[in-house]
């Protein structure tokens, strides 16, 4: 049989397309929970109409999103038993506990609050309205933490111990697995990367509307939100990433050598800026290197050794290959060494962004006086400063705002193909070899139909997703009656009102 029809290549090409895809959906819910909970804090201390309005209108796109999210998400864990049933027996005793606090604590805690949120406008005072919101953002951040807090065993197994009579790993020290450094730093990494997808989102989409010269009051406060977010988290992205790539020289030497397509150990390192390469020979055709960089980078300092593929490659034969059976262990290294450059490019380039465009906003370079007092007329887009460049920079910035919300979503996804197949033979680092996890008695047929299947099903639902955010965004802010102005003082506000969907 062709080794690219088997069934486990199969699983993972499954298990990689939803992954991807429901990762689409989890950072947005992430920041735009806090982000909303934010503009809602400023509405109930300001009493100010533009953050109830902005409010609502983020607070509906976020409601999108983490209905796609939850549905998305419940499939990631029924594949466990369906093509990966040997890991799931082999890891279930540890793998299960992060992802049963997940579920029993995180998830629930978010679902309870967020049902409060949305049907609790016109039944629940301010400050115990405010306050589900920000427990809904809490509980996001909580599951997101467990379900990394179980990745990080997969990339650094801790806190347990191989029970040979079971053949099977089982749990010892539950806090080691929820506190070791790979979980903290991945952690870190992903909750910033979530806001800077969160606030390119803002941003986009606020440029769009100003661009229109549309719902300017709003939106210009919402531009702003953005693109403080987008720079904050973007330069925190950065840290948190150096951070973890450091924690990745160590425990995974071999991901990041493919990362970098460093094939041969050198002291001092170089940074590879564009590479191609002969993987069957082991060495590069064409390379473009700063020199020493990688050295810096992995270990703080110009001229220290990093290992390279070649003998990392050889390492872990020694180590592994008699008691696994493997004789290669490199993952896909073209796939490795781009996905790094795409995740880091897309990162980065919204970052710039975000640093360009509060550059442009702040108040003596903003877009007219009209648009700065907040009115929703303007007759022109243009910035306040006399100068030619001025009119045709702001106009450029606007459309590649828009653009913008799309490029975190790219690093996202390149960051955790980069992520996993990096990790490559292993599904558990060390422990489990990837071929040694899938269900045995699922067939060629099996694995394809259902790939098939779920991404049809997935594609239906990005349509709908899609057509759902642009409808609701061409929209823009709901307009306030007086209910919305005037919420209850009590639990419970009018006994005589029927509950209504917020919306």
């Known amino acids: 049989m062709d080794i690219a029809l088997a069934p486990e290549t199969l699983a993972r090409w499954q298990f990689g397309i939803t992954t991807v895809y429901h990762f689409l959906f989890v950072p947005l819910t992430i920041s735009l929970a806090s982000l909303v909970a934010g503009l809602q804090t400023a509405w109930v201390r300001t009493k100010n109409e533009k953050y109830l309005r ?5 607070g509906k796109l976020f409601l999108i999103n983490i209905a796609m ?18 890991y799931s ?28 949120w949305i049907f609790g406008w016109d039944k629940l005072p301010q ?3 405010l306050a589900c919101i920000w427990m809904v953002a809490i509980g996001t951040s909580l599951s997101a933490y467990f379900i990394l807090a179980a990745n990080s065993w997969m990339q650094h197994p801790v806190g347990y111990r191989i029970n040979e009579e079971r053949g099977r790993a089982e749990l010892t020290d539950f806090w080691h697995v929820l506190t070791q450094n790979t979980a903290l730093a991945q952690f870190f990494h992903t909750i910033t990367a979530a806001f800077l997808t969160g606030g390119a989102f803002m941003v986009g989409i606020a440029a769009y509307h100003l661009f229109k010269r549309r719902h300017i009051n709003v939106m210009r406060t919402s531009l702003r939100v953005g693109l403080v977010t987008v720079a904050i988290s973007g330069l925190l992205v950065a840290i948190s990433g150096d951070r973890l790539a450091k924690i990745m020289y160590e425990q995974q030497p071999m991901k990041m050598a493919a990362a970098e397509a460093l094939w041969e150990t050198e002291a001092p390192a170089p940074f590879s800026v564009f590479a191609i390469g002969d993987v069957d020979e082991g060495h590069n055709v064409v390379a473009i290197e700063i020199p020493g960089l990688l050295s810096f980078l992995a270990h703080d300092n110009f001229h220290e050794a990093v290992p390279g593929i070649n003998d990392t490659n050889a390492a872990l034969k020694e180590k592994y290959g008699e008691q696994f059976g493997l004789d290669d262990f490199r993952p896909n290294i073209p ?6 450059r795409w995740m880091i490019g897309f990162g980065m380039v919204s970052l710039g962004l975000g640093i360009v465009g509060l550059w442009l906003t702040r108040r003596k370079f903003w877009l007219s006086e009209r648009l700065r007092t907040g009115e929703d007329e303007v007759p022109r887009l243009a910035l306040l400063k006399d100068r030619e460049l001025g009119p045709k920079l702001g106009r450029w910035y606007w459309r590649l705002s828009l653009l913008t919300l799309l490029f975190p979503l790219f690093a996202n996804s390149w960051g955790w193909i980069f992520t996993e197949m990096g990790r490559q033979p292993w599904a558990v680092y060390g422990v489990l070899p990837t071929a040694a996890g899938a269900s045995p008695g699922v067939s060629q047929g099996e694995v394809l139909t259902s790939m098939t299947v779920y991404t049809l099903l997935y594609a239906v639902l990005a349509v709908i997703e899609v057509k759902l955010m642009v409808k609701y965004v061409k929209a823009g802010p709901p307009e306030l009656t007086d209910d919305d102005l005037n919420p209850p003082t009590r639990i419970g506000g009018d006994a005589d009102r029927p509950m209504a969907f917020s919306y």
């Open 335 to 340: 796939v490795a060494y781009w996905g790094f």
């Open 89 to 116: 027996r082999f890891v279930g005793d540890i793998f299960g506990a992060p992802l049963a606090f997940e579920a029993l604590i995180a998830f629930f805690f978010e679902s309870t609050f967020i049902g409060l």
């Open 54 to 58: 902005a409010t609502k209108f983020w």
């Open 127 to 129: 400050k115990i309205h």
């Open 69 to 86: 999210g939850v549905v998305t998400g419940i499939l990631q864990e029924f594949q466990f038993g369906m093509n990966w049933s040997d």
